[in-house]
């Protein structure tokens, strides 16, 4: 724009037509191709109507200052003069340029002759290019068109197309008075000259625009081609517009390529088009996962792709601009994430499945199972330990169970401590239901953990109880057999002592009838004599046997208790047990008096055993008479202040192998006392209160000989 | 036997009529002057009534009574009446409590000449601490 020298004018004449030497001033502006050889050729033409010198002075709109832009006719150094401001408010020529009026100055400091004033700005009867296209009438180029105004420093951009407006002053000198007609011509010709420096400026002004986008778009393009990621830019018909180099490597066959390689371009081209395809469709989609094969690595990778929509200036939609995000990694490391997961949840199951297994078979065992930690602190019961032992989270309540903890902690802590790999022991707990005590086989084992350091001791409870009761069970069986065995023998005996009567009136008859039979019959008496001894051998033999039992003889019951007392005087004395005995006048009993002691025998030690920390022990024997009995009873009331029988065994003491005193007891004892009383036709009867004491009644029949 | 001008007097008890007959039949055939009671009623009545030099005396009588019933009611009569008692039953403690109060067992079945001869040693001993008494 700027001119670089005052002498410069349109150097290329020779191509224009000579038509009388004179090229007309329109044409000559017409070939103006640059809008800096406008000023030149419009001075050359304001000296050709006649006028003896002309300039041209610009306006900077940056600064505000006036210089002169191109001179005819002045020497160089006439010029400077012409230097000024737009901010000169008594400058005459800056009044012209703010008034935008063609004026003639009459008298100035530049010169006596008169000057004629002619302000140029950018102005144009059509809106621009650019205001045309987007449909705006906002146009710097309209509104300097119509508004003839003081000229506005600041608002000399077109907010259209941000075009920055030009002006300047051509100023010419007049040498007299010229005629009107001339004057005419020459404003007419600095606004034909401006026409055209408006458009060359406007021309101008695009290719600046031009070479901008073309270094903004240059710049977009290294950046995109710089971009790691797939970069894509489709038309409205999915082709592909513009790729960047990441994008090609996928879609865009290389020069050199193989059957392979076309058939993968052809692939990922076809899977990207159908992927951007199905977001078209579905509209609020915008992500979409797409596998594609990288053709020179022959690899499947997994990109994300992100697609925008790309719209025209109007508002409709051109196209889309995909930017696709290589996820393999990511997708991998989450799949193994996955994968492991999977493992884990897989593992877990395993485990579950194993726990439940054994829980299951320890819940099947039926035997107590206990596991304890390596400090022997239980950590596991299985239901049938629990009913034992109470429940591992909350302490127990309940006095058996906490007297079985108390057993199994000792064991297991002496195990757990012990060197042993296994122990086992019998161990005395109480059944907290039956409140009886059971005999367990305890068999217990270590497990190591990894270092070699006992993780955990397990720990099986056998009850014996129930081989116990088979045990019993046959002992009950064999004294069935013996009980059976001693009834034939007695009904034997009492067959052979009822045969004997007839049978001792049959041999003495014999022994009468000796030597009174006939002669004949002599043989016949012999055979009855000597058959009959044989018999009477047989039975003589068979109540030989029973009269070697102890018989039943009228005895004094209270000697048998005085014996009795004798005999256990001094575990009595070592137990702490006072005894006090009351004896009353008794008849004599019929009765077996070994048989006899034993009963006492046993209730007095029994007595002595519930008194463990030592007690009282009462005898006392009365004859009472009773109704409907002939001779009345002897009674017998054998009492202690012992800890008593529980309601619940007071039923069942006389059965056999009941007992409250665990392994010392035989439970058999109270079973003989009944079995002896109701031998001699007795009664038997018990009282008791558990921590009191208790009081066996024993009533036997008075018999007369 | 001729010699004696008075028979020897024998009670014979047994709650069992046939062996009761049998025994008074032996004893009479021994020359026995014999008394017979089947029941310790009888017999004890007897025994108040006669002088007895020998008692016979089944231990198991009627309804639980016992030959020791009948032996002690003679005793006290007599306290030197040689007593035998005659028992299927008898167990060794019988034997014992008869043997302390001076009293032969003979355990049914009895061995006849056994019975003869216990007869007649014990009758033959009364009459000797009889003649002695004279």
């Known amino acids: 724009m700027r001119l670089k020298s005052l002498e410069l004018v349109s150097s290329d004449r020779s191509a224009l037509p000579d038509s009388g030497g004179r090229v007309p001033a329109a044409l000559r502006l017409l070939q103006a191709e640059r809008s800096e050889e406008i000023y030149p050729i419009l001075l050359e033409e304001i000296v050709r109507l006649g006028f003896p010198r002309a300039l041209i002075l610009a306006v900077d709109f940056e600064s505000g200052a006036i210089t002169p832009a191109a001179a005819i006719r002045y020497q160089e150094k006439q010029l400077p003069r012409f230097h000024t401001s737009l901010f000169a408010a008594d400058n005459p020529l800056v009044g012209v340029m703010h008034e935008l009026k063609p004026t003639v100055v009459r008298k100035t400091d530049y010169s006596s002759r008169p000057l004629y004033c002619h302000p140029i700005i950018y102005r144009n009867a059509n809106v621009c290019w650019e205001a045309e296209r987007e449909r705006k009438v906002d146009c710097l180029a309209t509104d300097n068109y119509r508004a003839r105004r003081r000229l506005d420093l600041d608002s000399q951009v077109c907010r259209t197309c941000e075009m920055r407006a030009y002006s300047a002053l051509a100023v010419v000198e007049l040498h007299k008075k010229p005629p009107a007609r001339q004057m005419q011509e020459l404003g007419a010709l600095i606004e034909l000259s401006n026409r055209y420096l408006s458009r060359l400026y406007k021309i101008e002004h695009y290719y600046n625009r031009m070479s901008d986008m073309e270094v903004t778009i240059s710049q977009m393009n290294s950046v995109m081609m710089s971009m790691a990621d797939p970069v894509i830019l489709t038309d409205a018909h999915h082709q592909v517009i513009m790729q960047n180099q990441a994008a090609a490597r996928f879609f865009k066959l290389p020069e050199v390529t193989t059957e392979g390689l076309v058939r993968a371009v052809e692939l990922n081209n076809m899977l990207f088009s159908a992927a951007l395809s199905s977001m078209a469709m579905a509209p609020g989609e915008t992500h979409r996962d797409l596998t594609l094969v990288d053709a020179s690595e022959g690899e499947e990778l997994l990109f994300e792709a992100v697609s925008v929509p790309s719209y025209s200036r109007d508002g409709i939609p051109s196209g889309m601009v995909t930017v696709m995000r290589d996820v393999t990694d990511l997708r991998r490391a989450d799949q193994e994430l996955q994968a492991n997961y999977e493992k884990l949840r897989i593992a877990e199951d395993i485990v579950r499945q194993d726990r439940d297994r054994l829980n299951l078979v320890l819940e099947n065992v039926g035997d107590p199972i206990v596991v304890a930690d390596s400090d022997a602190k239980t950590v596991l019961f299985d239901p049938l330990a629990q009913a034992l032992f109470g429940p591992l989270t909350e302490t127990t309540a309940n006095t058996v169970q906490v007297k079985n903890q108390a057993v199994l902690d000792a064991y297991i802590s002496a195990f757990t401590f012990s060197f042993a790999n296994t122990e086992s022991q019998t161990l005395k707990l109480i059944d907290p239901s039956s409140k009886q005590e059971v005999e367990y086989d305890a068999r217990s084992g270590k497990i190591y953990d990894e270092r070699g350091q006992v993780a955990y001791t397990v720990t099986v409870l056998r009850d014996f109880s129930a081989i116990r009761k088979l045990e019993q069970l046959k002992v009950e069986r064999r004294m069935l057999e013996i009980e059976k065995f001693a009834a034939a023998g007695r009904l034997a005996a009492t067959i052979a002592h009822e045969v004997n009567n007839p049978m001792e009136a049959i041999k003495n008859a014999i022994y009468l009838l000796a030597g009174r039979v006939n002669p004949e019959a002599e043989p016949v008496y012999d055979i009855l004599k000597s058959e009959t001894e044989r018999v009477a051998r047989i039975v003589r033999q068979m109540l030989g046997l029973y009269r070697n039992q102890e018989s039943v003889k009228p005895v004094n019951v209270n000697t048998l208790i005085e014996d009795t007392l004798l005999l256990l005087a001094r575990q009595l004395q070592r137990a702490d047990v006072e005894v006090v005995h009351d004896f009353g006048d008794l008849p004599p009993a019929v009765v077996a008096a070994d048989q006899l002691r034993q009963v006492f025998s046993n209730l007095v030690i029994n007595a002595k055993d519930s008194m463990t920390g030592g007690g009282k022990l009462w005898i006392r024997t009365r004859q009472v008479a009773r109704r409907h009995d002939l001779h009345g009873w002897i009674r017998i009331l054998i009492a202690d202040t012992g800890s008593g029988i529980p309601p619940e065994l007071i039923d069942t003491i006389f059965e056999p192998f009941v007992t409250t005193k665990g392994e010392k007891g035989t439970g058999l004892g109270l079973w003989i006392v009944k079995g002896i009383i109701g031998n001699h036709g007795g009664r038997l009867s018990v009282r008791s209160k558990v921590g009191k004491g208790t009081v066996f009644k024993i009533e036997l029949p008075v018999v007369r000989l | ?134």
Do not use: W
Not at chain 2, 40 to 68: M, P, Y
């Open chain 2, 1 to 134: 036997m001729k010699a004696r001008a008075q028979k020897l007097k024998v009670l014979v008890v047994d709650d069992e009529a046939s062996v009761l007959m049998t025994y008074r039949l032996i004893l009479e055939q021994q020359g026995y002057d014999v008394a017979a009671a089947a029941t310790s009623r009888e017999a004890i009545d007897a025994v108040k009534e006669n002088d007895f030099d020998l008692i016979l005396c089944d231990f198991s009588l009627e309804q639980q009574h016992s030959g020791f019933e009948v032996i002690d009611a003679a005793r006290r009569k007599d306290p030197n009446v040689p007593c035998v008692l005659l028992t299927g039953y008898a167990t060794l403690e019988t034997a014992d409590q008869a043997k302390q109060n001076g009293i032969e067992v003979l355990y049914k079945p009895i061995d006849i000449a056994e019975f003869l001869h216990t007869t007649s040693r014990l009758t033959r001993l009364k009459h000797e601490s009889n003649q002695e008494e004279r």
